[in-house]
């Protein structure tokens, strides 16, 4: 082979690589357009518990990688709203600080959507009967309680007992007499505060007691369906994004008088704990003037 064949051989193998250097560049190129693809997405400003109203306020628009986009993502406030600017969802489960809202999270305000539809998976909808002066304008659906009962029972050489004993902790309210999240009857509400009276007056209806509807799984519901049955039954409400379980040991009258009694050691060291606990509230309280 001559030098002038060598040198056209060697140019075409030199375009040929060229050309295929080139296409490899050019895909890995487009890949990495592809990754860094930004697409618009609503997250969370703040914490929001379940129950809660979601507005425009509470969430910020944030730009994330293509393939970072969740599923069922919500991507425009417009999509939070109804027609008219009112409230559209509700909070069904807690929305952390920075999370993309989804609307597997959420469920619509509006009339006909029953209970049935709000109830967690896996769990079940149970009622317990409240007074109406206990209620009234302190426990709304989506509120987090406690549910404690007292009871009454004869040990084995037929002494009766009294005790009070935390039954379940940090359970979600379904509904409160007719008010049931996600059943406003019209949803032409421009603020939280005008939603959140509209579920006041619906719960207000009736007289008496109120039945206040809770989920629970099903151990619970039998645990709690015994409990109706054989003892009282009362709630403690949580304050908003409190999920901690205490370790609890209940209380009973033998315990409250036990220094009044001569009872057993255990139940006054008992006592004497919870009047130590009763004497540093009372001197946190002085610091603030709240006691004299």
């Known amino acids: 082979m001559n030098k002038k064949m060598q040198l056209v051989v060697a140019a075409v193998l030199g375009l040929f690589t060229a050309l295929m250097v080139g ?14 693809k930004k697409v618009p997405v609503l997250v969370s400003k703040r914490y929001i518990d379940a129950g809660q109203l979601i507005t425009p306020d509470d969430i910020e628009i944030k730009e994330v990688p293509a393939q970072y986009l969740q599923p069922k993502a919500i991507q425009g406030e417009k999509d939070l709203l109804t027609k008219t600017g009112g409230i559209l969802y509700m909070v069904a489960v807690p929305i952390d ?24 998976p896996a ?33 084995d050489k037929g002494k009766t007992h009294e005790e ?9 309210v379904l509904s409160v007499g007719k008010a049931v999240i996600g059943s406003i009857r019209e949803v032409i509400y421009k603020s939280k505060q005008e939603a959140e009276k509209a579920l006041a007056r619906a719960q207000q209806e009736g007289a008496g007691n109120i039945a206040v509807g809770i989920a629970v799984t ?53 006592l004497k704990k919870m009047r130590q606990q009763q004497e540093e509230t009372l001197k946190m309280l002085k610091k603030y003037k709240y006691v004299k």
């Open 164 to 172: 009070a004993i935390t039954l379940l902790q940090n359970v979600l």
């Open 23 to 36: 296409s490899y560049v050019n895909s890995i190129e487009s890949k990495y357009s592809l990754g860094v």
């Open 123 to 155: 769990f079940r909808a149970v009622t317990i009967a409240a007074e109406k002066v206990d209620v009234a304008n302190i426990l709304l659906p989506g509120n987090k309680i406690d549910i404690i009962g007292v009871f009454e029972y004869d040990d």
């Open 218 to 270: 099903p151990p619970q519901a039998e645990l709690l369906t015994l409990a109706k049955a054989k003892g009282i039954i009362s709630y403690a409400l949580r304050t908003v994004g409190d999920e901690t379980i205490y370790d609890l040991e209940g209380v009973s009258m033998q315990k409250l008088f036990a220094a009044y009694g001569g009872k057993k050691d255990e139940d006054s060291s008992y």
């Open 97 to 120: 600080k920075g999370e993309q809202i989804l609307g597997t999270k959420l469920f619509p305000l509006g009339e006909g959507t029953g209970i049935g539809a709000v109830i967690p």
